[in-house]
């Protein structure tokens, strides 16, 4: 079954640093979210992404957030100046009416 | 406001035991709904998905039910399995607000049923 496929794992980055985190979907969908889930807490949505451009976002996703899809594979979500809150889970999908979900990458800033 | 609520938070039952887990939503306007399963520190694996006009969906010992009128699913999880244990999270995906189904709208997810199977 083709999956969502998601890199680094994991990310260790100090406070202040950049960070992106890479998503591919799969290949032939045409919708692109990212999520989050903070140890314990619920999965929260970020960002959808659709022809190229933000269909919708959350609170959460503030000026310090950005996402991308620079070529025809890979989707990106990119912290500018990362805060000890921003530690979580982040969970990139993609998807028409279902949702197919990564298995995430788990960002830790210290 | 739109939001997802599970009980019960955890369950712990002996293998073998048929289980229910519920899912109730505010707003009755829902466009589907969807069961993951999510492993400590992984990702989180798509179970069932019910579009707002059905009624049930089945996966082998799963079945998932959806009564939009009163605002809740169900998952039934039969002959269960110490392979079983995860934690199952419900999401619901509300009618977009914008017309022209040029997007799908978010999901927006419960706190999740932590689900322990002992032998």
């Known amino acids: 079954e083709p999956e969502v496929t998601q890199t680094p794992s994991h990310q260790v980055t100090q406070m202040g640093q950049e960070v992106i985190l890479r998503c591919v979907p799969i290949s032939n969908h045409l919708y692109f979210y990212w999520y989050r889930q903070i140890l314990g807490q619920k999965v929260e949505f970020l960002v959808s992404f659709y022809n190229n451009e933000i269909s919708e976002k959350s609170e959460i996703f503030d000026d310090q957030f950005s996402v991308e899809r620079p070529d025809g594979s890979n989707f990106t979500l990119k912290i500018r100046s990362t805060k000890l809150e921003d530690s979580a889970m982040y969970f990139c999908a993609s998807g028409d009416s279902r949702g197919f979900f990564g298995q995430g990458t788990r960002l830790t800033v210290v | 406001k739109q939001e997802v609520t599970q009980i019960p938070a955890a369950l712990s039952v002996p293998e073998g035991e048929n289980l229910v887990l519920n899912c109730s939503f505010t707003?009755?306007?829902?466009?589907?709904l969807q069961w993951f399963r999510q492993d400590p520190g992984k990702g989180l694996t798509s179970l069932l998905l019910i579009q707002s006009s059905q009624r049930e969906q089945t996966s082998g010992r799963l079945n998932a039910s959806l009564d939009k009128s009163s605002g809740r699913s169900t998952l039934y999880i039969a002959a269960s399995q110490p392979g079983d244990s995860a934690t199952y999270l419900c999401a619901v995906r509300w009618t977009p607000p914008y017309a022209g189904g040029t997007s799908y709208g978010k999901l927006t997810f419960g706190q999740g049923t932590i689900l322990t199977v002992h032998p």
């Open positions: 707003d009755s306007a829902i466009y589907n």
